[in-house]
């Protein structure tokens, strides 16, 4: 799909901040993209789409959840990680962007999992430290970027797993078992 087209349909389903942060990620993950390999034009796409549901009724995303088949554990865990499935979903449906490379990298951008691809890795990580991001750490990670997309991505979910660990939230077991394969990929 073309940015400009792209912009405009995701602009409608945002805020005008949400919007200036896919902006950011949309910059930050091309960037990320042609640093570690991925798929320029689908890290592109991704980035635009990645937020597409955020702003969708809670209990829309649920039932697009429960409908499709996707693990039913989700809706007992933070409903910010809803989007994600529930916008790869969306995309698609109301879209018609089909690209499960570009559905994927949407679908995995809040919890992660343990098979992520290049492509899925730039949009996890762009989203988390485009230029609009401002907290303790990010700054860390955004260095980590420029020498090792997977030591950045490891710095980020630690950063991630402390802070909803302090806030006696529970983690998504796939963010878990994401970090855990980055660690023993680090150990080889």
């Known amino acids: 799909m073309d940015r400009q087209k792209g912009l405009d349909i995701v602009k409608g389903q945002l805020t005008e901040h949400r919007y200036i942060h896919t902006c950011g990620v949309m910059?930050?993950?091309?960037?990320?993209?042609?640093?570690?390999?991925?798929?320029i034009k689908k890290a592109e796409t991704a980035a635009i789409f990645h937020d597409y549901a955020k702003f969708r009724d809670k209990n829309e995303m649920r039932q697009l959840i429960e409908s499709e088949g996707l693990p039913a554990d989700l809706l007992e865990y933070n409903s910010e990680l809803w989007h994600a499935p529930a916008g790869a979903i969306l995309v698609k449906k109301e879209t018609g962007i089909t690209d499960e490379e570009v559905l994927n990298a949407i679908r995995w951008h809040t919890s992660g999992c343990d098979h992520m691809s290049t492509l899925d890795k730039v949009i996890y990580l762009a989203d988390y430290i485009e230029p609009g991001r401002q907290f303790p750490g990010v700054e860390e990670v955004r260095d980590l970027a420029e020498e090792s997309l997977d030591k950045a991505l490891m710095k980020a979910l630690q950063n991630t797993i402390m802070f909803l660990m302090k806030k006696n939230q529970a983690v998504y077991p796939d963010t878990f078992r994401f970090y855990n394969k980055l660690v023993f990929e680090q150990r080889r």
């Open 27 to 39: 910059e930050t993950a091309v960037t990320l993209a042609r640093q570690y390999g991925a798929d």
